[in-house]
């Protein structure tokens, strides 16, 4: 499992690679606990995730959540199609749309 975070301009960035399932769901809850505590927006990069279960969708699901709670921006830079069908599978897609990278 591979993180990276940039707190950076008011913005704090965090990749996620490898898997986000109930097995990682506890260790990238606590990476983005500290990067939604930090000051700013966060940027989330999704686009290396492996895989996803329910317990990394309800992660996401939170972390939305408590962005918008915060009057915080919550930006997906990218999004790799796994995360992208669970998404859909969940009828989520909407509830991120604001998050979602602007289509080409």
């Known amino acids: 499992m591979n993180e990276s975070e940039q707190p950076c301009?008011?913005?704090s960035r965090v990749a996620i690679t490898g898997e986000m399932t109930i097995f990682t769901a506890r260790d990238w809850r606590d990476?983005?606990?500290s990067a939604i505590a930090a000051p700013g927006d966060v940027e989330l990069d999704l686009g290396m995730v492996s895989e996803v279960d329910a317990?990394?969708?309800q992660l996401l699901v939170s972390l939305a959540l408590e962005a918008r709670a915060m009057d915080r921006a919550l930006?997906?830079?990218a999004v790799a199609e796994r995360v992208s069908e669970a998404f859909e599978f969940?009828?989520?897609t909407d509830f991120f749309r604001e998050a979602l990278p602007a289509q080409a």
């Open 9 to 11: 301009l008011a913005v």
């Open 31 to 33: 990476r983005l606990l």
């Open 55 to 57: 317990a990394g969708i």
């Open 90 to 92: 969940c009828r989520l």
């Open 75 to 77: 930006r997906l830079v």
